[in-house]
């Protein structure tokens, strides 16, 4: 059950305000049209492959089901991503082209980091020669500890460095925090560790990596809203439900398409110089990276 904006209080109101942002509606065609590409990094079992599949709207890519990775290859897929089409059917046009990737995840539970390295690299910097990556969705699961985000990300430089020392690559990277489920209607939980995120963990990175701004942190969940009613514990919100999903999406697309017209992008003939230096690199075990 969708609620009508009509019938909604004036505070709810506000939260499907954005349907109508003018930000929106002026894209131009062929902005609407540009591909965009979004590729999604990080450890097993976090979630990247079920972001993917929400992101396209159906089941693309193999979620997990045991403890096992689940991810072996690159993958990729293209289609039109239309993050609120669930909740405006009339405005089935809102949305874009998108070509999603997805990886192996780090820290893989059969020992294959190494090789999985090599293929993440490959695809990483495959794209941001040919077309260029929009955005690199770092995707750890709420409760992950800040030492391990830190780990997670030093593994993103890694696999990077050895092709870019520049710094703009970052304004590229969203850290997705998932299975933040909306639980008897709220997502209250996890609001002193989002709170330390934003804080702490936000401006170490910022000292680790040198950066001058924040990485844009987004909590959501993947996992498909069921109804209180129907679980057994009391009534309805559907509601409460629908709201919270579609605003996940919206912010995902928000900070996606605020990257549209700044993909990260490697030069091919500058590269062609790093290029012996990053095969060897990748030739090296993970960790021992020499960055020239
Ligand atoms: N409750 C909940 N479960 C989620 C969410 N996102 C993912 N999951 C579950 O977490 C498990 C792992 O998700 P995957 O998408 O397979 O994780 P992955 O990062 O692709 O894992 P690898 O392919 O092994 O690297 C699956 O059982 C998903 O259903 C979420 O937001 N909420
Ligand atoms: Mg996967």
Same mark, same amino acid.
């Not at 506000?14 to 942002?21: G, M, N, P, V």
């Not at 046009?93 to 539970?109: A, E």
């Not at 699961?141 to 800040?146: E, G, L, N, P, V």
């Given at each position: 059950m969708i609620a009508q904006p009509s019938s909604l209080k004036p505070?709810?109101? =506000?939260?499907?305000?954005? %349907? +109508?942002? /003018?930000?929106?509606q002026t894209l131009s065609e062929v902005e609407q049209e540009t591909c965009l590409n979004v590729i999604a990094l990080g450890r097993t079992g976090d979630g990247k492959s079920s972001l993917l599949n929400d992101l396209m709207g159906s089941q693309v890519f193999k979620q997990k089901i045991s403890a096992k990775s689940q991810t072996k290859d690159i993958q990729s897929s293209q289609g039109f991503w239309a993050p609120l089409h669930r909740y405006m059917h009339h405005r089935e *046009?809102? !949305? %874009?082209? $998108?070509? @999603? =990737?997805?990886? /192996? !995840?780090? !820290?893989?539970?059969q020992n294959r980091d190494? #090789?999985?390295? *090599?293929?993440?690299?490959? #695809?990483l910097v495959d794209t941001a020669l040919h077309s260029g990556i929009h955005c690199i969705l770092m995707v750890f *699961?709420? +409760? &992950?500890?800040?030492d391990t985000i830190y780990k997670s990300l030093d593994s993103f430089q890694d696999l990077i460095s050895p092709y870019t020392k520049?710094? *703009? $690559?970052?304004?590229?990277v969203l850290l997705v925090? &998932?299975?933040v489920d909306i639980v008897n209607g709220n997502t209250t939980r996890y609001q002193s560790h989002k709170v330390a995120l934003k804080t702490k963990v936000n401006r170490i990175l910022r000292e680790r990596y040198k950066l001058d701004f924040d990485l844009p942190m987004l909590w959501i969940s993947t996992q498909k809203f069921t109804c209180g009613y129907l679980k057994g514990f009391g009534d309805c919100d559907c509601e409460k439900g629908n709201r919270y999903h579609s605003d996940c999406r919206r912010r995902l697309y928000e900070q996606v398409m605020k990257r549209r017209s700044i993909p990260f992008a490697l030069n091919p003939i500058e590269n062609s110089a790093s290029a012996a230096a990053a095969a060897a690199a990748a030739a090296h075990?993970? !960790?021992?990276?020499? @960055? &020239?």
């Open positions: 505070q709810q109101r =506000i939260c499907w305000r954005y %349907c +109508t942002e /003018p930000e929106f *046009k809102f !949305g %874009c082209q $998108i070509n @999603v =990737i997805d990886t /192996p !995840g780090f !820290g893989d539970s190494e #090789a999985f390295f *090599k293929i993440i690299q490959e #695809a *699961k709420i +409760t &992950t500890s800040s520049d710094t *703009k $690559i970052w304004r590229n925090f &998932t299975h075990p993970r !960790g021992q990276l020499e @960055v &020239t």
